[in-house]
């Protein structure tokens, strides 16, 4: 018998530590290779996240935490199983669409605050043989200085299959999540920490016990 989708709504807010860069590789049009992303909120600029990028950084660090509880699967093979499923169950795979959406996550500042800690930083193209930097290959990049947070949802319905387990491998990884955006190479994105404000799963998921009982054993 099919049980009936089970759904699962996740709010959570973040704030980085220092520079980051949320563009999508796209110039203004003018002297700016890399802009940042704005979004238009009630006749306001705001900044924020994509949640295409909130998806792929998170399906990252939720396979590297299953990956973590390998020690566990070992002496369990019920807890390998579910492991295995865990991530394309919660993000989707190539016949199988995600079962989650993430929203935008919203910078909660004014505009003119996101405005005034907006910067411009330049880099070069490095030739990967020699080491180099390649000629004529000058970069310049938007990025914005750390102030107020970022607020987003992740919301969907779970089918038949180890929703529980998987229910507790996303908070944690969401909880464990340390850079977002681009150029995270030199140390940007970097994330000073990730709240989760609310859980509501239908079936009464005691997410808090399961989740510090997984985070003990990662």
């Given at each position: 018998?099919?049980?009936k989708?089970?759904?699962?709504?996740?709010?959570?807010?973040?704030?980085f530590?220092?520079?980051?860069?949320?563009g999508d590789?796209?110039?203004?049009?003018?002297?700016?290779?890399?802009?940042?992303?704005?979004?238009?909120?009630d006749?306001?600029?705001?900044?924020?996240?994509?949640?295409?990028?909130?998806?792929?950084?998170?399906?990252h660090?939720?396979?590297?935490f299953?990956?973590?509880?390998?020690?566990?699967?070992?002496?369990?093979?019920?807890?390998?199983?579910a492991?295995?499923?865990?991530?394309?169950?919660?993000?989707?795979?190539?016949?199988?669409?995600?079962?989650?959406?993430?929203?935008?996550?919203?910078?909660?500042?004014?505009?003119?605050?996101?405005?005034?800690?907006?910067?411009?930083?330049?880099?070069?193209?490095?030739?990967?043989?020699?080491?180099a930097?390649v000629?004529?290959?000058?970069?310049?990049?938007?990025?914005?200085?750390?102030?107020?947070?970022?607020?987003?949802?992740?919301?969907?319905?779970?089918?038949?299959?180890?929703?529980?387990?998987?229910v507790?491998?996303?908070?944690?990884?969401?909880?464990?999540?340390?850079?977002?955006?681009?150029?995270?190479?030199?140390?940007?994105?970097?994330?000073?920490?990730v709240?989760?404000?609310?859980?509501?799963?239908?079936?009464?998921?005691?997410?808090?016990?399961?989740?510090?009982?997984?985070?003990?054993?990662?």
């Amino acid at each position: 018998m099919v049980s009936k989708p089970v759904h699962v709504e996740v709010r959570y807010s973040l704030m980085f530590e220092g520079v980051y860069q949320t563009g999508d590789g796209s110039g203004s049009g003018g002297i700016i290779d890399r802009a940042m992303r704005m979004r238009r909120i009630d006749g306001h600029e705001t900044l924020f996240v994509p949640g295409s990028a909130l998806k792929g950084a998170l399906r990252h660090a939720t396979l590297q935490f299953c990956h973590s509880l390998d020690s566990v699967a070992k002496r369990d093979p019920t807890a390998n199983e579910a492991c295995v499923k865990i991530v394309p169950y919660l993000f989707g795979e190539a016949t199988k669409a995600e079962a989650l959406r993430f929203s935008d996550a919203i910078h909660s500042g004014s505009e003119s605050d996101q405005r005034e800690r907006l910067e411009l930083r330049t880099g070069v193209q490095i030739d990967r043989k020699t080491g180099a930097a390649v000629e004529d290959h000058l970069f310049i990049f938007e990025c914005a200085h750390p102030s107020g947070l970022f607020t987003g949802t992740i919301e969907g319905y779970l089918a038949d299959g180890p929703h529980r387990e998987a229910v507790t491998c996303l908070l944690v990884a969401l909880s464990k999540l340390r850079a977002l955006g681009s150029r995270r190479s030199v140390g940007w994105g970097n994330i000073r920490q990730v709240d989760i404000t609310s859980v509501k799963v239908e079936d009464g998921y005691d997410w808090k016990k399961e989740a510090l009982s997984l985070w003990k054993q990662a």
